[in-house]
């Protein structure tokens, strides 16, 4: 059975860190490519950060420098660093694992405020 699944958000102060965590099962994890995604409410699902099966790495712009976006294949892990938080960063954050067919997790809250 296919899965994906999120976990580490949280309620954190402005210019706090968090990380997340994505776990992916029933998949040949190293084969496809990870992406975080985020919703904040009334707003459209962005993607926030990739990283291809050779590693390499790609931020939206309003990220870059924040976020750190990693996985790890031995594990079928993928993880997003998030530092310097803002109010902005609201939001829910969706593990999104694409390759030959595309899993998406159920998403993990996070909540930027003081």
């Known amino acids: 059975q296919v899965q994906v699944a999120e976990s580490g958000g949280g309620l954190v102060q402005p210019g706090g860190s968090l990380r997340l965590s994505c776990a992916g099962s029933g998949f040949t994890f190293s084969y496809y490519k990870l992406a975080w995604y985020r919703q904040a409410p009334g707003k459209e699902r962005e993607l926030v950060a990739e990283v291809y099966s050779g590693g390499s790495t790609s931020y939206a712009n309003s990220v870059k420098g924040r976020f750190t976006i990693s996985r790890d294949n031995a594990k079928s892990m993928a993880y997003l660093q998030m530092n310097s938080l803002k109010p902005d960063d609201t939001a829910k954050y969706y593990c999104?694992?694409?390759?030959?067919?595309?899993?998406w997790g159920q998403g993990t809250q996070v909540t930027v405020s003081s």
């Open positions: 999104n694992a694409a390759g030959p067919y595309e899993f």
